[in-house]
Nanobody
Framework: QLQLRESGGGLVQTGESLRLSCAVS????????MGWFRQAPGKEREFVAGISPRESTSYMDSVLDRFTILRDVSKNALYLRMNSLKPEDTAVYYC???????????????????WGQGTQITVSS
């Protein structure tokens, strides 16, 4: 059974940086498509960044050049490095994963089978 556990959320001010971590247990990250999603109050869960098993990456437009998704095979973990945070980045952030032989990045909620519990990020203005 695959388990995901996020950490690294918190309260920051506009312009500051954070790094989210997602610890993966049960399977190696090398056979997973993985992603970060976020959900703000009253809004649908949305794709933030994703990485394929072959480490292709994709980002939502509003975080491009600010966020970086990284995978560490030695630690079996996924990270999201977030720079220049803005109040509109405030949300619960979720790590997601699914087994795949596909080389593309998955960007839809229904393409992922496993989810972490989420971690809150609040960016104050």
């Amino acid at each position: 059974q695959l388990q995901l556990r996020e950490s690294g959320g918190g309260l920051v001010q506009t312009g500051e940086s954070l790094r989210l971590s997602c610890a993966v247990s049960g399977r190696t990250v090398t056979i997973l498509a993985m992603g970060w999603f976020r959900q703000a109050p009253g809004k649908e869960r949305e794709f933030v960044a994703g990485i394929s098993p072959r480490e292709s990456t994709s980002y939502m437009d509003s975080v491009l050049d600010r966020f970086t998704i990284l995978r560490d095979v030695s630690k079996n973990a996924l990270y999201l490095r977030m720079n220049s945070l803005k109040p509109e980045d405030t949300a619960v952030y979720y790590c997601a994963a699914t087994f795949t032989l596909n080389s593309r990045v998955f960007t839809r909620v229904n393409e992922y089978d496993y989810w972490g519990q989420g971690t809150q990020i609040t960016v104050s203005s």
